[in-house]
């Protein structure tokens, strides 16, 4: 149904930033709701953020809100993930994630609720 493809990780020192992308190939990009999670070696696949399918509603884990911001184009069925400050603890595989329907508010910081999956792209923050 829709294809997700990462890209633009890479390193970077402590505090600096970094962007990631997420190119959405499919129809109707604008109905899933669309989510960022990320893993590091040996940690179970965490949630990081999310945004609703019109791109007006966001949310944050606790350990990157006021660093990270979400945002999608649906035009270009492209979300994005601008990271800032980032920390040594930020390293991680970095995926995107879409959800087609609806879950409970509960269900959106759980892998299990999403249905597509892009490869993931590698971010490392060095100290």
């Known amino acids: 149904q829709v294809q997700l493809v990462e890209s633009g990780g890479g390193l970077v020192r402590a505090g600096g930033s970094l962007s990631v992308s997420c190119a959405a190939s499919g129809r109707d990009f604008g109905s899933y709701a669309m989510g960022w999670f990320r893993q590091a070696p040996g940690k179970e696949r965490e949630f990081v953020a999310r945004i609703n399918r019109s791109g007006d509603s966001t949310y944050y884990a606790d350990s990157v809100k006021g660093r990270f911001t979400i945002s999608r184009d649906n035009a270009k069925n492209r979300v994005y993930l601008q990271m800032n400050s980032l920390k040594p603890e930020d390293t991680a595989v970095y995926y995107c994630?879409?959800?087609?329907?609806?879950?409970?508010?509960?269900?959106?910081?759980?892998?299990?609720?999403?249905?597509?999956w892009g490869q993931g792209t590698q971010v490392t923050v060095s100290s």
């Open positions: 994630a879409a959800r087609a329907g609806y879950s409970s508010v509960a269900a959106r910081d759980r892998p299990t609720s999403y249905n597509y």
